[in-house]
């Protein structure tokens, strides 16, 4: 199983502040991918990452692939309410996803 | 595109019963679909893959007669929680990967189910 690491777990912020969530493991995964989820919700798909040191952009939202495709991150720009929610990174083989524990942000109005 | 239903979204049911929870991709053939269980505040928990046509592979540690699955069609999965109690309740939440046109693992998302065992 490979596992990844999400930190930080929680994160309250201010409306137009800005956030970085971090998704580590020791493995190496072919693609990463990062979810949303709101409460009583299912996750949904935000951006899947390939290739090592990529940057994808979302709107306020970027993401980073590592070099050596170990690790992402989550960078939010001016944070707004409607980006509350739990982020979750995912990676795996095989077809299965194995899922970071979440890092829960809240933006404060 | 990649839209994922579940029904029902939450259910109440007494101690013993059993409970079906069905999963359908709407606009695109699955031939795996996921079953996952969520605690409040955690991260999701794969329970086991389902293989249209085949068998259900289980993680380890879920049971597999308790928790039955049914790959029937390349649209529909469900899972039957036999025989259920408090502990059981859960948020269920069912995905499903894209039969065609997708490279890497990504999977689309059911809305989840709420399911509370009195």
């Known amino acids: 199983t490979q596992l990844l690491e999400q930190s930080p777990q929680f994160l309250s912020i201010q409306e137009g502040e800005n956030l970085t969530v971090y998704c580590n493991s020791s493995?190496?995964?072919?693609?990463l991918q990062w979810y949303r989820q709101e409460p009583g919700e299912g996750p949904v798909l935000l951006v899947t990452?390939?290739?090592?040191?990529e940057v994808k952009k979302l709107k306020r939202l970027t993401f980073q692939f590592g070099d050596a495709r170990k690790d992402s991150s989550l960078h939010i720009t001016a944070a707004q309410p409607g980006d509350t929610g739990l982020y979750l990174c995912a990676g795996g083989g095989d077809y299965k996803l194995s899922f970071g524990a979440g890092t829960t942000v809240t933006v404060r109005a | 595109g990649a839209v994922v239903s579940q029904h029902p979204s939450r259910v109440i049911c007494k101690s013993g019963t059993s409970v079906k929870i069905e999963c359908r991709s709407l606009?695109?053939?699955?031939?795996?679909m996921f079953w996952y269980r969520q605690f409040p505040k955690k991260s999701l928990m794969l329970m086991a893959t389902?293989?249209?046509?085949?068998?259900?592979?289980?993680e380890q540690g879920v049971e597999k007669d308790k928790f039955l699955i049914n790959h029937a069609s390349l649209t529909l999965s469900t899972l039957t929680v036999t025989s259920a109690h408090p502990e059981d309740s859960s948020f269920y939440i069912c995905?499903?990967?894209?039969?065609?046109?997708?490279?890497?693992?990504?999977?689309?998302f059911g809305p989840g189910t709420r399911l509370t065992v009195l």
């Open positions: 606009d695109f053939q699955a031939t795996t």
């Open positions: 990452v390939v290739t090592g040191g």
């Open positions: 389902s293989n249209e046509g085949s068998k259900a592979t289980y």
């Open positions: 493995s190496v995964f072919s693609s």
């Open positions: 995905s499903a990967r894209p039969h065609e046109g997708v490279s890497y693992n990504e999977q689309f």
